[in-house]
């Protein structure tokens, strides 16, 4: 009996020792896992930086940076399967059931799945047409936001406010890229209807002429003239063509200089007034 009971103990301690081995080896190729994602990122975004500034590749580094999400997005998934195919061969599963499983998977994802395969088909799209990439300002849906991420089912952006919006890229439909080339810093000005409106539109277009000490801006601003005639002023349009992304801050400094001018040529921008007539 205590023989029976000793070898009954060994085949459990053997049954706990192999399980507690798979255990382990399953928690092993896991941790090897993410450290070969992480390791991969930055290998990925290493070369892509590298190529970017000795101008081997036809990128620059938005663009390094948007292949950079993409591409580390796809071995992430890459790196993901192949963990789980060795955790669950290491469980017992045999490889012809594996190649079964899988097969099952991709006539599962082909008739329930179509929406991730349009996102990660437009995910392609969106990189190689350069439809817009990571740092661009960009308007998706109605929200406005700079691009954070870019992987192969979702873009996302993070709002004025610090809001983060993720739209799968199957989804996305209309884009305005404000990024793209350049991009025109517009300031309206209103002057009084007392004024005399061409002397004011011979003086802002002297002043924007004369602006040489704003980098950002690429060409001489130009007057357009009268957009409206308000209930207090008639607004003239400015227009500069600019770098992208710095039409806000040219924008402020136009308003600072077009302010200074017109106090210093005595023409007012008026303040909203309204008149009353009282009826004897």
Same mark, same amino acid.
């Given at each position: 009996?205590?023989?029976?009971?000793? =070898?009954?103990?060994?085949?459990?301690?053997?049954? =706990?020792?192999?399980?507690?081995?798979?255990?382990?080896? !399953?928690?092993?190729?896991?941790?090897?896992? =993410?450290?070969?994602?992480?390791?991969?990122?930055?290998?990925?975004?290493?070369?892509?930086?590298?190529?970017?500034?000795?101008?081997?590749?036809?990128?620059?580094? /938005?663009?390094?940076?948007?292949?950079?999400?993409?591409?580390?997005?796809?071995?992430?998934?890459?790196?993901?399967?192949?963990?789980?195919?060795?955790?669950?061969?290491?469980?017992?599963?045999?490889?012809?059931?594996?190649?079964?499983?899988?097969?099952?998977?991709?006539?599962?994802?082909?008739?329930?799945?179509?929406?991730?395969?349009?996102?990660?088909? #437009?995910?392609?799209?969106?990189?190689?047409? #350069?439809?817009?990439?990571?740092? #661009?300002? *960009?308007?998706?849906?109605?929200?406005?936001?700079?691009?954070?991420?870019? @992987?192969?089912? $979702?873009?996302?952006?993070?709002?004025?406010?610090?809001?983060?919006?993720?739209?799968?890229?199957?989804?996305?439909? $209309?884009?305005?890229?404000? !990024?793209? #080339?350049?991009?025109?810093?517009?300031?309206?000005?209103?002057?009084?209807?007392?004024?005399?409106?061409?002397?004011?539109?011979?003086?802002? &277009?002297?002043?924007?002429?004369?602006?040489?000490?704003?980098?950002?801006?690429?060409?001489?601003? &130009? *007057?357009?003239?009268?957009?409206?005639?308000?209930?207090?002023?008639?607004?003239? /349009?400015? *227009?500069?063509? !600019?770098?992208?992304?710095?039409?806000?801050?040219?924008? /402020?400094? =136009?308003?600072?200089?077009?302010?200074?001018?017109?106090?210093?040529?005595?023409?007012?921008?008026?303040?909203?007034? @309204?008149? *009353?007539?009282?009826?004897?």
């Amino acid at each position: 009996m205590s023989e029976f009971l000793a =070898l009954f103990s060994e085949r459990n301690i053997e049954k =706990l020792l192999a399980l507690g081995y798979k255990i382990f080896y !399953c928690f092993v190729v896991l941790i090897v896992c =993410l450290f070969l994602v992480q390791l991969s990122r930055k290998a990925v975004k290493k070369f892509l930086m590298k190529q970017a500034a000795n101008n081997k590749m036809p990128v620059d580094e /938005r663009k390094a940076n948007t292949v950079y999400s993409i591409v580390s997005s796809i071995i992430k998934y890459l790196l993901y399967f192949i963990a789980f195919c060795t955790i669950l061969t290491q469980l017992g599963v045999e490889k012809s059931s594996l190649i079964a499983i899988a097969g099952a998977g991709s006539v599962a994802i082909g008739l329930g799945a179509q929406n991730v395969i349009q996102d990660m088909l #437009d995910g392609f799209f969106i990189l190689f047409e #350069d439809h817009f990439g990571i740092g #661009d300002i *960009v308007e998706i849906q109605g929200k406005t936001g700079t691009v954070e991420a870019i @992987t192969m089912r $979702t873009t996302k952006i993070r709002d004025g406010n610090g809001a983060v919006h993720i739209f799968p890229n199957g989804s996305i439909g $209309t884009i305005t890229n404000y !990024c793209k #080339d350049y991009i025109n810093a517009i300031v309206d000005v209103g002057i009084a209807y007392e004024q005399d409106i061409q002397q004011a539109i011979d003086v802002l &277009q002297n002043e924007m002429d004369n602006i040489k000490e704003i980098p950002q801006i690429l060409e001489t601003p &130009q *007057v357009l003239g009268v957009v409206d005639l308000g209930d207090s002023a008639v607004t003239i /349009r400015i *227009v500069a063509k !600019c770098e992208v992304k710095q039409n806000l801050a040219v924008e /402020r400094m =136009l308003r600072l200089r077009i302010k200074n001018r017109l106090d210093k040529e005595n023409i007012s921008i008026p303040f909203p007034q @309204t008149m *009353v007539h009282i009826a004897k």
